[in-house]
């Protein structure tokens, strides 16, 4: 199973780590990723990515999971470092990015917690 949550050195959440959680999130195992793409994307190169052991997938088979899971493609391709259409990569471009969740389909319990949860966070860091 791909390691949810994956994080790179600076804390932020990974290609990898994110697919997963947006699979996960879909219900989806990796077999069920390979059978809707009609073999598209393996599954064992789906488990490699989201492992981080493949950190820069092709084009093709971003374009494939995000029309499969309903995310921005431009998305995947900044966070996976390749040149977006904006002609930046996601490390230029990550403040003005949409919230992280976003594709999640979190109730609105769900945002509320998370949103108290953030708050709380910024107040312990403000007195660190």
Known sequence: MANEGNNSAEGTLTLGGYLASIRNDRKMTLRDVEEATEK?????YLSQIENDK?????PNVLHTLS?????????????AG????????NDETRH???ATFAEHN???????????YLQF????NDGA
């Open 40 to 44: 598209g994307v393996s599954n064992a």
């Open 54 to 58: 493949i950190k820069k997938p092709s």
């Open 67 to 79: 029309e499969l899971y309903s995310i921005s493609f431009e998305g995947l391709m900044g966070m």
């Open 82 to 89: 390749h040149v977006t259409s904006s002609g930046v990569t």
């Open 96 to 98: 003005g990015r949409a």
């Open 106 to 116: 979190l109730t609105s319990e769900e945002e509320k917690e998370l949103i108290e």
């Open 121 to 124: 966070i910024r107040r312990n």
